[in-house]
């Protein structure tokens, strides 16, 4: 299983942006899903977007569409850009790769069962 680990998260208030990273150790991405889940206490993980690294065909969540962006920054290393959050984007966020898959990658909720490498989270806080 890959190590990951992720970087970034902070406090902002609404309208601002934040870059999130997720960095593998001893792992290079190949034909990988590597999704980010946001969490909030009580509240199931979701997947609010993921990349297939062959291609970099990506996937989003209809309330992230068009405000993040989740990209392949090199071999071993995928980010997620968020503008114009909102204080409902606020929770702990994961990084999240596959063993490697035919090329779809799963977001929403109930999918975490399809990865099976997680980092430990960094948190995210949005203040009105």
């Known amino acids: 299983q890959a190590q990951l680990m992720e970087s970034g998260g902070g406090s902002v208030q609404a309208g601002g942006s934040l870059r999130l990273s997720c960095a593998a150790s001893?792992?290079?991405?190949?034909?990988?899903?590597i999704a980010w889940f946001r969490q909030v206490p009580g509240k199931e993980r979701e997947g609010i977007a993921a990349?297939?690294?062959?291609?970099?065909?990506t996937y989003y969540i209809d309330s992230v569409q068009g405000r993040f962006t989740i990209s392949q920054d090199s071999a071993n290393t995928v980010s997620l850009q968020m503008n114009t959050l909102e204080p409902e984007d606020t929770g702990m966020y994961y990084c999240?790769?596959?063993?490697?898959?035919?090329?779809?990658?799963?977001?929403?909720?109930?999918?975490?069962?399809?990865?099976?490498?997680w980092g430990q989270g960094t948190q995210v806080t949005v203040s009105s």
């Open positions: 999240a790769a596959d063993r490697g898959s035919g090329g779809y990658c799963y977001t929403g909720l109930r999918v975490a069962f399809a990865y099976s490498s």
């Open positions: 990349i297939y690294t062959n291609g970099g065909r």
């Open positions: 001893g792992f290079t991405f190949s034909s990988n899903c």
